[in-house]
């Protein structure tokens, strides 16, 4: 059975970071593209940064500059370094690996993330 498990959210003050964590299992995904999305109260899922096997990177204009994506293929995991936090970062953090679209893909269960101000 394939799984994604994310971990590391939690609450935080603005201008802090935090570090998440994607572990996967049941499968390798180490030829996937694999990325971070999140979704606030209210609002529909977005798209936060995204990692191809080659170690690729891209990122949101609204999270370039603070976030840092990463992987490692020998854990079979991902990561997202969040510096720098806002109070409008807060949201569940999804993982997410596809070797197609996104919404065809494997999606872990969220975590969520809160920056006070």
């Known amino acids: 059975q394939v799984q994604l498990v994310e971990s590391g959210g939690g609450l935080v003050q603005a201008g802090g970071s935090l570090r998440l964590s994607c572990a996967a299992s049941?499968?390798?995904?180490?030829?996937?593209?694999m990325g971070w999305f999140r979704q606030a109260p209210g609002k529909e899922r977005e798209f936060v940064a995204e990692i191809l096997a080659t170690g690729s990177a891209y990122y949101a204009d609204s999270v370039k500059g603070r976030f840092t994506i990463s992987r490692d293929n020998a854990k079979n995991a991902m990561y997202l370094q969040m510096n720098s936090l806002k109070p409008e970062d807060t949201a569940v953090y999804y993982c997410a690996a596809t070797s197609s679209t996104w919404s065809s893909g494997y999606w872990g269960q969220g975590t969520q993330v809160t920056v006070s101000s």
């Open positions: 049941g499968r390798a995904f180490s030829s996937y593209p």
